[in-house]
């Protein structure tokens, strides 16, 4: 079956704008996390939806928001970039066995 | 915070077993211990997971001990692919699929 697909792969934006990114979690699976990972940082948990619903969130500022589709998928939105929001953002999808599938990144660059 | 405390590096052989530790002194009862693996700058890939027995899996085995304050995930028979960084993660077991990442460990296998 097809895995956990992001997009787009990669995106440049500049400063002060702002961004949208997808998340197509696996078939029949209703859980979607979403991490940020920098070299400095390492990888970080954003939030977690369940069912449309926000069941967890991480330690960053409310530039960083999200939601989740009816049909599962995701999307989260990161508004006035700054140039530290560059990174890997990861997002991962759990279904009724307890491990997670992530999906390849959306590496994002602010310039 | 990450609950896990892992060695930042190690090296192995190709062919040998790799036995990467993990301690998680603060584990709860109702946590599980996860392993996932990134091979650069990929989604990590899940391996293995226990809640107080050991586990086997075709990719590898993992060792809890009897107090569950440390573990081992054992490569069998590493080989040059399964270089990669390798995290040690405590989740819990209901309400959540997130995973709170530690630094993890830097797995070189050599020739």
């Known amino acids: 079956k097809a895995g956990v697909t992001q997009t787009p792969r990669y995106l440049i934006k500049t400063r002060g704008q702002q961004v949208t990114l997808s998340c197509s979690p696996i078939?029949?699976?209703?859980?979607v996390s979403w991490y940020q990972q920098t070299p400095g940082q390492g990888l970080q948990f954003l939030f977690e939806y369940f069912s449309e619903t926000q069941r967890n969130k991480g330690n960053f500022p409310g530039r960083f928001s999200g939601r989740q589709f009816s049909n599962s998928r995701s999307e989260m939105n990161v508004s006035t970039l700054e140039l530290g929001d560059s990174a890997l953002y990861l997002c991962?999808?759990?279904?009724?066995?307890?491990?997670?599938?992530f999906g390849q990144g959306t590496r994002l660059t602010v310039v | 915070d990450a609950k896990t405390t892992q060695p930042t590096s190690m090296d192995c052989a190709e062919g040998r077993a790799a036995n990467l530790p993990c301690n998680h002194s603060t584990i709860s009862g109702n946590e599980y211990v996860y392993w996932y693996r990134q091979i650069h700058s990929q989604g990590p890939q899940y391996i293995i997971h226990?809640?107080?027995n050991n586990e086997t899996n075709e990719m590898a085995s993992l060792i809890i001990t009897e107090d569950r304050k440390s573990s081992t995930l054992i490569l069998p028979h590493a080989t040059l692919r399964d270089t990669a960084v390798y995290y040690c993660?405590?989740?819990?077991?209901?309400?959540?699929?997130?995973?709170?990442f530690g630094t993890g460990t830097r797995l070189q296998v050599f020739p």
């Open positions: 226990g809640l107080k």
């Open positions: 993660i405590v989740r819990p077991t209901y309400n959540t699929d997130k995973l709170i």
């Open positions: 078939s029949g699976h209703r859980s």
């Open positions: 991962a999808s759990t279904g009724a066995g307890t491990e997670a599938f």
